[in-house]
């Protein structure tokens, strides 16, 4: 199976700062053939199921504001929120869905500082 | 509006049975592979099993590969988990969630989610 790890375990961002949040794979989660990673990136707020914000490690879903995005290749990726609203704050998952069984990393819980 | 809706939580014995629905509306359900991921409280997520739109192709996790069973009736627009031979570390927060049209394995849409807890 193919870990995920994730780090920091924690951040508090100021207002309108910039969040980053780093996802590794145990193996590489790109495939040569279609030039595709194969990184999708979660949002979950308290209280609440998980939301989809980022497939194709960098494409963002619709809907999804501009302030996310995400970045990477091989087996580590990022997911960036240029300016830190208050409505951000959540835990932030990242996937693979390279091989199944399809896994996650632990959650990176983001607050306001 | 797409809505997933999770049904079938609820407190059992360890060894006991439940069996999940997630009734799905405001898509085609016969057009998507469909998902169940749980989350142990507080703790992350963990995907178990997937069918596609036939039945034809499922898969499981190894925790609950020979012990839960996928399953599907489009005609009444629902996707079931059914649970044999629970453990106390099968307590969480049940999932049923979509396949984005566009791959396999990403995850669009989810239900609100249904708590099972395993405890004598």
């Known amino acids: 199976d193919i870990v995920m790890t994730q780090s920091p375990d924690s951040l508090g961002v100021s207002r309108g700062e910039r969040a980053t949040i780093n996802c590794k794979s145990s193996q590489s989660v790109f495939y040569s053939s279609n030039n595709k990673s194969y990184v999708a990136w979660y949002q979950q707020k308290r209280g609440q199921s998980p939301k989809l914000l980022v497939y194709w490690a960098s494409t963002r879903q619709s809907g999804v504001p501009d302030r996310f995005s995400g970045s990477g290749s091989g087996a580590d990726y990022t997911l960036t929120i240029s300016s830190l609203q208050a409505e951000d704050v959540a835990v932030y998952y990242c996937q693979q869905y390279y091989s199944s069984p399809f896994t996650f990393g632990p959650g990176t819980r983001v607050d306001i500082k | 509006e797409v809505q997933l809706v999770e049904s079938g939580g609820g407190l059992v014995k360890p060894g006991g049975s439940a069996r999940l629905s997630c009734q799905a509306s405001g898509f085609e359900l016969t057009a998507f592979t469909m998902n169940w991921v749980r989350q142990v409280p507080g703790r992350g997520l963990e995907w178990l099993s997937s069918i596609t739109a036939s039945s034809s192709f499922i898969k499981y996790s190894d925790s609950v590969k020979g012990r839960f069973t996928i399953s599907r009736d489009n005609a009444q627009n629902s996707l079931f ?33 249904t708590l099972v807890t395993v405890s004598s």
Not at chain 2, 94 to 106: M, Q, S
């Open chain 2, 81 to 113: 988990l059914q649970m044999n031979s629970l453990r106390p570390e099968d307590t969480a927060v049940y999932y049923c969630a979509r396949d984005f049209e566009l791959t396999y394995g990403v995850f669009d849409y989810w239900g609100p989610g």
